[in-house]
């Protein structure tokens, strides 16, 4: 069964930029044809979902907290989805999860996500 993998994750200052990673955490997997979600969540609070790209890359959601600073794409060739995240607010401070879909788009919400990884944490402090 397909599982996934974070990775990039770590403490960084308000205003700043972080980068995170996903790719399948076992060989054989393909993520080309599978829509994949970055969600995270906070301590307390239900997970939400972030950012969503379809299976080509040609389209892209965003939380509406988080417009205009984060960024989604992925390489097929590479195997990899990358979430760029820029002006970074300590409210951005959550384990961040990758996910993906069985269609080329879903949603954007957890419940339409079946294969999940770990999580990687984020936190944003001064």
């Known amino acids: 069964q397909l599982q996934l993998e974070e990775s990039g994750g770590g403490l960084v200052q308000p205003g700043g930029s972080l980068s995170v990673s996903c790719t399948p955490s076992?060989?054989?997997?393909?993520?080309?044809?599978?829509?994949i979600g970055w969600f995270r969540q906070a301590p307390g609070k239900e997970r939400e979902g972030v950012s969503c790209?379809?299976?080509?890359?040609?389209?892209?959601n965003y939380a509406d907290s988080v417009k205009g600073r984060f960024t989604i794409s992925r390489d097929n060739a590479k195997n990899m989805v990358y979430l760029q995240m820029n002006d970074l607010k300590p409210e951005d401070t959550a384990v961040y999860y990758c996910?993906?879909?069985?269609?080329?788009?879903?949603?954007?919400?957890?419940?339409?996500?079946?294969?999940w990884g770990q999580g990687t944490q984020v936190t944003v402090s001064s």
């Open positions: 790209i379809s299976s080509s890359g040609g389209t892209t």
């Open positions: 996910a993906a879909g069985g269609s080329s788009w879903l949603p954007c919400v957890p419940s339409e996500f079946h294969n």
């Open positions: 076992g060989s054989g997997y393909s993520l080309e044809f599978y829509a």
